[in-house]
T-cell receptor, first 112, second 112 residues
Framework: NAGVTQTPKFQVLKTGQSMTLQCAQD?????MSWYRQDPGMGLRLIHY???????DQGEVPNGYNVSRSTTEDFPLRLLSAAPSQTSVYFC???????????FGPGTRLTVL | QKEVEQDPGPLSVPEGAIVSLNCTYS??????FMWYRQYSRKGPELLMY????GNKEDGRFTAQVDKSSKYISLFIRDSQPSDSATYLC????????????FGTGTRLKVLA
């Protein structure tokens, strides 16, 4: 099993550009989440999904969109990148809502 | 006020020392408590997962939850240089909500 994979590892964007961060898991997990990690702020939940076709907002959803068309994939879209979205983004998945969350290796995003 | 407070450190200890890491929280609805370890430029990995109050031991690691004081702790016995990492506490409300709240993390350095 590859576990949770994220692409790209690094990305530099200009203000106003859009992009999609990819997340995939091969563990047949129903639950998936996106977090951002900033110095002094810890991990903050952006969006999450409890199954294909079902998504909900987390703590900091503004400026981000998600969709879940398959169990395996949970992409995060930045609609119009802003410098405030410079961060490290982590995707996580779990089998159930009380089960262990497994994190991906992260995507380091810089918005100029 | 943040829902979860955690001292960012850094905390430096000699090899073999007992390490105590702590978090306080304000929301009495939290029922699930977790500790994650995060090595530099890696994703968090789950160390300990406890439900409600009490102690849980796993090898050199002991997690304690005191719901009456809204205080959780992670103890590391016989600390090793390989324990040098950032330790994140996390918690969530009862089953049915999939929103985890993370502390900011405590950076630990174990000196050989």
């Amino acid at each position: 099993n590859a576990g949770v994979t994220q692409t790209p590892k690094f990305q530099v964007l200009k203000t106003g550009q859009s992009m999609t961060l990819q997340c995939a898991q091969d563990m047949n997990h129903e639950y998936m989440s996106w977090y951002r990690q900033d110095p002094g702020m810890g991990l903050r939940l952006i969006h999450y999904s409890v199954g294909a076709g079902i998504t909900d907002q987390g703590e900091v959803p503004n400026g981000y969109n998600v969709s879940r068309s398959t169990t395996e994939d949970f992409p995060l879209r930045l609609l119009s990148a802003a410098p405030s979205q410079t961060s490290v983004y982590f995707c996580a998945s779990s089998y159930s809502d009380t089960d262990t969350q497994y994190f991906g290796p992260g995507t380091r995003l810089t918005v100029l | 006020q943040k829902e979860v407070e955690q001292d960012p450190g850094p905390l430096s200890v000699p090899e073999g020392a007992i390490v105590s890491l702590n978090c306080t929280y304000s929301n009495s609805a939290f029922q699930y408590f977790m500790w994650y370890r995060q090595y530099s430029r890696k994703g968090p990995e789950l160390l300990m997962y406890t439900y409600s109050s009490g102690n849980k031991e796993d090898g050199r690691f002991t997690a304690q939850v005191d719901k009456s004081s809204k205080y959780i702790s992670l103890f590391i016995r016989d600390s090793q240089p390989s324990d040098s990492a950032t330790y994140l506490c996390a918690m969530r409300r009862p089953s049915g909500t999939y929103k985890y709240i993370f502390g900011t993390g405590t950076r630990l350095k174990v000196l050989a």
